[in-house]
């Protein structure tokens, strides 16, 4: 049954595909602009349908909120600690009179004064159309075979929308959650026998709403001839919960009216005034994490989420997914990252603390190399033979080109060659060596534990035109020689991790749909796992590998003795273990009309 019937009042299907249509409140109509929302859900799927629509209906109930506080129009919060069973026992009555009320009211509309005055015969005037009836007809099934259990889990989120007028909610923390659903679920199913009644043309006794006695006072919508209710003089009116008290701030810190999405919004507001970048891609990747969460533990407070629910999360998604651990993590981290900028807004007391990441097995850090086939693919694609690149912003500019190029002949890692600037493309001293310095300088990271290691560039990389953006970077005064790097004025930070990480992905995807590589073993660093085989195969020693390589030396004693007596480079012999590797591919690479032009073209 999971996430079947969520929202099934919003769920209409027309033709083969579901709808979401919600009618707007009297009270916020004006604001909202229009009288109805609908939208397609693309679907033919009923329990995709009503999943979506559940989506959907927290953000339209988020617009409405947003709507009543711009109108003035607000809910007071109540403080239910101390109530017991009986009061939510009233808060279930409430809700049966209110489901058949509401039903009255969509067939009054139709009703002559002779019905409204006197029994009729004639039952049609009662009778709703076919798209109704489908809908409750779907919603008693769905409901006389549902647990209570299960009411608890995928109704709840339902019922509070409807109690939203009252200023109530109820936790899924609360101990009388599942008696208050077992009463709740009784309701529905009595309003749907005064709706079958009506159908049959009944005339049905019952409670108005407002006469259902409980621990709160009901906040009818707004109206015309409300005015004082929109915009609230200062004063609080008698009868009114004090603000502010100790039971509102006790019952604030239960509920912080606020989502994990109101905390992604936060989150990009925050990057901005750091002028840090926001990509579109990653903000997606954020709300699709927000969705599987809330779709998970069907929370949406900010303040009901607890360490629990997160392992728990974390749990669901190592075990159904079968995603690495390192996929898990990311997506866990999304959810402690959006806390914490809760916390630091004040939205509530505390984030989640304490490592919730899995370790990363060892075998998950492990690529295999690219094989000679593998290489001949990938570099005679046009991408390196014409010089035809993609237009995306994830494949980054000219990076395309030359970064798979570097790391091959250099097995270079992607943020060693992302932080290359003008200032690390140099001769080696007292040699005509020219290299690659990895430093430390310039707020750049470094793989090393040595501040400067030196790597002689490859000549096929120079004939190919590299020192050409070099010198382009240079007359533009950037710090970094790609166009794609940034550097924030403030932080002096580049953003070289995030272009990693969307090199990463436009990799993983031009490898396997472009060129049919699907080894999911091979990735870009695999070509790092090639530079070192191929290395060897030249003759590379142990210690001129790890040189070359920038592996972190064995022990503290060679670290400290490296400190207070530089370890001499045998740069001769790294540029000849470098300039002796070869590809057959490198014909390809170095045709005439391509050296010629070097020039790129943005094409696919």
Known sequence: MGESMPFPAHVTRRGDIYQ???????????????????????TSSRSEAFARAARINDEVERHFADARARLGIELEIRDMSDWTASDWDSVARWLEARFIQDDLERRLPRMTGATLTKPTDTPSVHWSDDTVLREKITLRTELEHMTTAEYATTRIGFINTRLRPLGLSILPTSPHLISFSAQCLRAELSAL?????????????????????????????????????????????????????????????????????????QWEVNRKALKLS??????????????????????????????????????????????????????????????????QQAWIENAVRGSIHLPIPQEEENSEPYDSDDLNIIFNHPMFTQRKLHRTVKSSAELQFWLPLISCYHGMISSEILQLGPDTIAQYPNTD??????????????????????????????????????????????????????????????????????????????????????????TLYSFRHTFKDKAREVGATEDATSQLMGHAMGGTTERYGTKRKPKPVPIRELDRIIQSITWDFERNLLAPEIVRSKQFEMTF
């Open 193 to 265: 026998d005064t709706f079958d009644a009506r159908e049959r043309g009944e005339q049905i006794r019952w409670a108005h709403p407002d006469e259902i006695d409980g621990k709160w006072r009901p906040k009818l919508p707004a109206t015309e001839q409300s005015v004082t209710q929109k915009m609230r003089a200062t004063a609080p009116e008698p009868g009114a919960l004090p603000t502010p008290s100790s039971a509102l701030s006790s019952h604030a810190e239960q509920l912080a009216g606020k989502t994990l999405s109101d905390c992604s919004k």
């Open 433 to 522: 060596i020219l290299c690659f310095q990895i430093t430390t300088a310039g707020n750049r990271r470094a793989k090393t534990v040595a501040r400067r290691r030196y790597l002689p560039i490859h000549k096929l990389i120079i004939s190919l035109g590299f020192l050409d953006i070099v010198e382009n970077a240079k007359k533009e005064g950037r710090s970094r020689i790609w166009s794609a790097i940034d550097i924030n004025p403030e932080t002096l930070e580049d953003n070289s991790t995030e272009i990693s990480k969307n090199f990463s992905s436009f990799w993983s995807y031009f490898s396997r749909k472009k060129l049919l590589i699907t080894n999911s073993e091979k």
């Open 20 to 42: 979401y249509v919600r009618r707007v409140p009297n009270d916020i109509r004006d604001a909202i602009g229009v009288p109805r929302i609908q939208k397609s859900l693309r």
């Open 278 to 343: 926001t990509r579109t891609d990653y903000l997606n990747e954020m709300q699709r994490a927000i969705n599987q969460f809330e779709s998970f533990t069907n929370l949406t407070d900010i303040a009901t989420i607890r360490r629990h629910h997160i392992i728990s999360f974390r749990a669901h998604l190592k075990n159904t997914t079968g995603n690495a651990n390192s996929t898990v993590n990311k997506v866990v981290n999304f959810i402690t990252t959006l806390l914490k900028v809760a916390e």
